[in-house]
């Protein structure tokens, strides 16, 4: 069973930094390309970052230059870095693992951040 768990979201000022955490139980992580979604109320879930399994990148639009994706497979784990935080940023993050080989895809339970003052 393949669980993500997410953390590190909360309440910040905008201008604020935070970093999020998903803890991957995932016994060949190395073979998961990883990402960060968001879901702000009454809007669609879109793609925050993504990862590969060999560490190309891409962010959308929105957070390019702010957010940084990074994963650390000796540790099952992926980060999202936020930097300069907005109130647009407000949502909850969630995070996603998908197989390489198209033999899973999974989502965490997502974690709450707030941009606020």
């Known amino acids: 069973q393949v669980q993500l768990v997410e953390s590190g979201g909360g309440l910040v000022q905008p201008g604020g930094s935070l970093r999020l955490s998903c803890a991957a139980s995932?016994?060949?992580?190395?073979?998961?390309?990883m990402g960060w979604y968001r879901q702000a109320p009454g809007k669609q879930r879109e793609l925050v970052a993504r990862?590969?399994?060999?560490?190309?990148?891409n962010h959308a639009d929105s957070v390019k230059g702010r957010f940084t994706i990074s994963r650390d497979n000796a540790k099952n784990t992926v980060y999202l870095q936020m930097n300069s935080l907005k109130p647009e940023d407000t949502a909850v993050y969630y995070c996603?693992?998908?197989?390489?080989?198209?033999?899973?895809?999974?989502w965490g339970q997502g974690t709450q951040v707030t941009v606020s003052s």
């Open positions: 996603n693992a998908r197989n390489v080989l198209n033999q899973g895809d999974y």
């Open positions: 995932i016994s060949t992580f190395r073979l998961y390309d």
């Open positions: 990862i590969t399994n060999a560490g190309s990148t």
